[in-house]
């Protein structure tokens, strides 16, 4: 109704990141758009989607979490087995959060999801950030290195020149603001004790976010029309 319209176009004046809404769907277009989740683990994303009316697609590794998923309903299909799909050019949106760096072939996954995008499609991927200021102060100790579960971790030029060669546009880059205090607040944990007081004096002289010293890089891709 009108008074609705109303609440929803001061929201969107007042709040234009809406609460980190558009985030936690990953900048996913509006339902019944057909959406994979490549990696999608315990399925947590696909699950909270569900009630919007969405077409829902997972991919994953784990054999236990692909039995997991499917018995609630989704369509789940094993990365081992995944190209036996006919896929191209089916999704409107592809998920690739925290995955990227956990595969041996980061370029060709690029380009494979491509082309199981429609022109037009998009493509929300997410990694920690090589060039993380978070890196540079805490080393060897910081939370986004994860050795050896992550083979590789790109800088922003980097991740967007490789988007790019696989045929992509860059529609834009995210940075969350939350993300940096639980990122340092994790790594500082896992410091010696006697290496904190001169961690934090750091932490406190770092310049602010931004997109190039971001802790994670967050970006939408879109696939040309």
Known sequence: GV???????????????NFGINRQLRFAPRAPARILDYG?????YLLWLEPFGYMLYGAEYDPQLLVSVARRGIHIE?????????????????????????????LGLLVRLFAWLKPGGTLFVEVPNADATGLEIFGPYWRGLEAPRHFALPTRAA??????????????????????SWMWGESLSKCPREEIAALEAAMRATPPEAAANAEFLTFVARKPA
């Open 3 to 17: 008074i609705d319209a109303l609440i929803i176009a001061c929201a969107k004046a007042l709040i234009p990141d």
């Open 40 to 44: 999608c683990g315990s399925g947590e």
């Open 78 to 106: 094993d990365v081992a087995a995944v190209d036996q799909q006919p896929w191209e050019g089916t999704f409107d949106h592809i998920t690739l959060s925290h995955v990227l760096e956990h595969v041996p072939d980061p």
């Open 159 to 180: 991740l967007t020149s490789a988007l790019e060669h696989a045929g992509f546009a860059i529609a834009h880059q995210d940075v969350d603001r939350f993300v940096r």
